[in-house]
């Protein structure tokens, strides 16, 4: 088995499991940017489909849908973690 050496700082090194601060700082910058130019076009929404966390996330939108989607996720994360903390 070879194993490549990849440079840290890199998102291709994140994405091959490196979790190192420069790596992990690549990979925030990488999706900020990426989210940024899915919000600059709305019908990407449309056609990720709405009522997806996903879609309130990634690209922005703020429909009843979305938002709905979004609230509900939540929610449900409050709840396992408040679960896991008893």
Known sequence: MTILKLPHGHVNTYKA???????RDANRVYQSAANARRRLDPSGADRAGHGKRSTY????CRCLLCRVASANAQRDYRERRKAGAQ
Do not use: F, K, L, V
């Open 17 to 23: 499991g490196c979790r190192c601060p420069a790596c």
């Open 57 to 60: 996330n990634n690209y922005g």
